[in-house]
């Protein structure tokens, strides 16, 4: 079983810089991409970032120019690093990769963590 804790969540002003950090545990052989996702109060989570095993992103155009995603293979984590947050980037982002486990393809998701931004 893989897990994904994330980490680095938190209260930010308008203007101001988070962190995100996914790191991944278990029987791990690979992991293909690895994404954030973020869902607002009364909305449908939606596709934030994605990276792919050799680097490759994309990004949503809400947060093109703002927000950067990237991952450490060695540590099987990976980062969102967001600047210029907005209020309407309060959501629970989330975590989530899909790979191969030690017998099996596994597809898993982070608890989720708060991130609000507000004055």
Same mark, same amino acid.
């Given at each position: 079983?893989?897990?994904?804790?994330?980490?680095?969540?938190?209260?930010? &002003?308008?203007? #101001?810089?988070? +962190?995100?950090?996914? @790191?991944?545990?278990?029987? /791990?052989?690979?992991? !293909?991409?690895?994404?954030?996702?973020? &869902?607002?109060? #009364?909305?449908? +989570?939606?596709?934030? @970032?994605?990276?792919?095993? /050799?680097?490759?992103? !994309?990004?949503?155009?809400?947060?093109?120019?703002?927000?950067?995603?990237? +991952?450490?293979?060695?540590?099987?984590?990976?980062?969102?690093?967001?600047?210029?947050?907005?209020?309407?980037?309060?959501?629970?982002?989330?975590?989530?990769?899909?790979?191969?486990?030690?017998?099996?393809?596994?597809?898993?998701?982070?608890?989720?963590?708060?991130?609000?931004?507000?004055?």
């Amino acid at each position: 079983q893989v897990q994904l804790v994330e980490s680095g969540g938190g209260l930010v &002003q308008p203007g #101001g810089s988070l +962190r995100l950090s996914c @790191a991944a545990s278990g029987s /791990i052989f690979s992991i !293909n991409d690895m994404n954030w996702y973020r &869902q607002a109060p #009364g909305k449908q +989570r939606e596709l934030v @970032a994605t990276i792919t095993n /050799i680097g490759i992103t !994309n990004y949503a155009d809400s947060v093109k120019g703002r927000f950067t995603i990237s +991952r450490d293979n060695a540590k099987n984590t990976v980062y969102l690093q967001m600047h210029s947050l907005k209020p309407e980037d309060t959501a629970v982002y989330y975590c989530n990769a899909a790979g191969r486990g030690s017998d099996s393809a596994f597809g898993s998701w982070g608890q989720g963590t708060q991130v609000t931004v507000s004055s």
